[in-house]
Every structure is written in C-alpha cells, then in structure tokens.
C-alpha cells in the first residue's frame, strides 16, 4: 500500500490489492452501519488520490484510475475513470499472478 492510505474503520480490502498513495476509502456521511465504508474485491488496483466513497464494493481485479472519485459499485474487471468514474471497460493492469496453461 501506498503512503498516505487513509481508510474508514468498515473498510475492507482482499488480497493482493494494490493501492497507490493518498488513496481515502472514505464514507458519504449518508450511510451508517457497518458497510458505510467501499469494500476492495481481490487483485484490484487503486490508482494515487484515487477516493472511493460510501458502502460501494470495487469488484476483484478491477482498476480505478488515478485521482477518480467512486461513488457506484465498480463491476470485477472493469476500469473506473474520471471525477465521477465512469466505467471504461476490460482492465488493463494487475498485479496478481497469470495463470498460465498448457
């Protein structure tokens, strides 16, 4: 993880999730509960100053663009982008490993 991660107290993180600096898993202030915080699915890729907000769940392997702000659940393998994100299609990076077969 990257320096400067700020993360609410709900937030959740999979594995292998890699997440640039000042990055804020942060809350809408319109939700309470124990999901008011995003759920970050496995092997995605949060770009830097990248702010998802609320209850939202970024799906695994999905990629958010750097400085995006998230307010709507992001599909697995999918690419957010843009200061309200919109969805761009397939992703482009990963970290995790390929599965290789022969």
Same mark, same amino acid.
């Given at each position: 993880?990257? %320096?400067?991660?700020?993360? #609410?107290?709900? &937030?959740?993180?999979?594995? *292998?999730?890699? +997440? ?6 942060? &809350?809408? =202030?319109?939700?309470? /509960?124990?999901?008011?915080? $995003?759920?970050? #699915? ?8 990248? +702010? @998802?907000?609320?209850? +939202? ?6 990629? +958010? ?5 998230? %307010?709507? *659940?992001? @599909? &697995?393998?999918?690419?957010?982008? #843009?200061?309200?994100?919109?969805? =761009?299609? @397939? %992703?482009?990076? /990963?970290?995790? $490993? ?5």
């Amino acid at each position: 993880m990257g %320096v400067g991660l700020c993360g #609410g107290e709900t &937030s959740v993180i999979g594995e *292998d999730v890699s +997440i640039w600096h000042n990055v804020t898993l942060g &809350s809408t =202030r319109a939700e309470s /509960g124990l999901h008011r915080h $995003p759920r970050i #699915g496995s092997g995605a890729v949060i770009g830097a100053r990248a +702010i @998802p907000l609320g209850g +939202i769940a970024i799906g695994a392997n999905a990629n +958010i663009a750097a400085g995006s702000i998230v %307010v709507a *659940d992001v @599909p &697995s393998g999918t690419v957010a982008v #843009g200061a309200k994100a919109m969805l =761009r299609g @397939p %992703v482009r990076v /990963g970290f995790a $490993p390929v599965k290789r077969t022969r």
